[in-house]
Structure formats: structure tokens, C-alpha cells
């Protein structure tokens, strides 16, 4: 079946620019995670998303960075005045509720501020 | 803090031989465990949970629990050259939340 699908692969932005990523979470997972990555560190968890729930934001760096989910499904990850600093690897994860929360990962979307 | 400490390597085994990739966790009453593989340039794949004290096999890998001690391993028999990646340990807190810890993985080089 169908994995998780993120979009844009890559991405290259201006500083100051907004960005939008976008997650397509694996039908029937209620649990979406977005994670950030930068080269050669580990994986920095941004926000949680379970079924209607708010979501947990705790990991979100900044006022910049902002996430939704819409109709439980498709998740939007949203920066806003992008700083080089956010040039990272963006892995957006589905996991079915109730499973133990394996995670499938997604490809990610690479961005770049130049 | 929660943490969840993987010897970040490399480590480096010859083909055919067995790798064994350690880690550690600080929250006592953590539930579940997971071992995700990461290839170059690729997004984490999930290989292993594990949930209970022991062992659990799959073929080749085998994933082993001790909560007393507060690690979990990950064992891989047979190591081929494409088995070369970075090994992520990640950790489920106790109380419902939902959120794994991950290690900052370990690399594993298997050499022909």
C-alpha cells in the first residue's frame, strides 16, 4: 500500500520567505509527527498530532514555525521569515493509534535558505 | 530530561559477522522500544519493537530487551554490506505520551 508522501522534495527559499510542507500520512493512521534533521545530527521532534486532539506543539522552536492537520488526514508544517538556520531535512511520520506507535517515515522535504 | 544514548560509531564489522549496536535510556518506566535504520540520505526506517524483557527475532535481527538494566540491543547476524547505515534507538516514555525519544544512532560500516 501506500506509504507516507511529503511534498516538496526539496525546497529552496530566500531568507525572510514563507514555506509550506506538506505530509500525506498513510491511510488510517490518526497519529501524525513532523521531526527535523539537520546534516549529520539527530532527529528534533517539532509536533504531534492524534486523531482530533490538540495537538502537541512543545517541540516547535519558535513562533515561526506553525503546523495543521486538516479532516485528520494531510498535515501543512508552515514557516514563516525563514532564517538559514532552518535549512534542515523535514521527516513527517504516521503511526496507527493503539499500535505500540511505530512510526513510517515519510522522505522528507529537504530545505535549503540561502 | 529523558535520554536515549547510542554509541555514535562507527562501528565497523566484516561481512558475515555479527553487530551489535547498544542503547540506553533514562526513563525508568519507558514501554516500548524501537530500532529504526537510516541510510545515507534516506528517511528512518523502522526495522524492530519491542515491548516485554528478552529477546525477539526477525530474521536476521534480533532485538533484545532488559528494563532493569535499562538498555535495549539490537543484534544483526549475518552482517552484509548493505546492512551499512545509521541505527536509530528510540524510546517511548511511560504515561500515555506518545512521543519517542530518539538516540542520535549509531553508524555501522560492514566492510567486505
Known amino acids: 500500500g501506500a506509504g507516507v508522501s511529503q511534498s516538496p522534495s526539496n525546497k529552496v527559499t530566500e531568507k525572510g520567505k514563507d514555506v509550506e510542507l506538506r505530509c500525506d500520512p498513510i491511510s488510517g493512521h490518526t497519529a501524525l509527527y513532523w521531526y527535523r534533521q539537520s546534516l549529520g545530527q539527530g532527529l528534533e521532534f517539532l509536533i504531534y498530532f492524534q486523531g482530533n486532539s490538540a495537538p502537541d506543539k512543545s517541540g516547535l522552536p519558535s513562533d515561526r514555525f506553525s503546523a495543521e492537520r486538516t479532516g485528520g488526514s494531510v498535515s501543512t508544517l508552515t514557516i514563516q521569515r525563514t532564517q538559514q538556520e532552518d535549512s534542515a531535512v523535514y521527516l513527517c511520520?504516521?503511526?496507527?493509534?493503539?499500535?505500540?506507535?511505530?512510526?513510517?517515515f515519510g522522505p522528507g522535504t529537504r530545505l535549503t535558505v540561502t | 530530561q529523558k535520554e536515549v544514548e547510542q554509541n555514535s560509531g562507527p562501528l565497523s564489522v566484516p561481512e558475515g559477522a555479527i553487530a551489535s549496536l547498544n542503547c540506553t535510556y533514562s526513563?525508568?518506566?519507558?514501554?516500548?522500544f524501537f530500532w529504526y535504520r537510516q541510510y545515507s540520505g534516506k528517511s528512518p526506517e523502522l526495522i524492530m519493537s519491542?515491548?516485554?524483557?528478552g529477546d525477539k527475532e526477525d530474521g536476521r535481527f534480533t532485538a533484545q530487551l532488559n528494563k532493569a538494566s535499562q538498555y535495549v540491543s539490537l543484534l544483526i547476524r549475518d552482517s552484509q554490506p548493505s546492512d551499512s547505515a545509521t541505527y536509530l534507538c528510540?524510546?517511548?516514555?511511560?504515561?500515555?505520551?506518545?512521543?519517542?525519544?530518539f538516540g542520535r544512532g549509531t553508524s555501522l560500516i560492514v566492510h567486505p
Open positions: 519491542i515491548y516485554s524483557n
Open positions: 528510540a524510546v517511548n516514555p511511560e504515561g500515555g505520551s506518545y512521543i519517542p525519544t
Open positions: 526513563d525508568r518506566g519507558s514501554q516500548s
Open positions: 511520520a504516521s503511526s496507527l493509534h493503539g499500535t505500540g506507535r511505530e512510526q513510517y
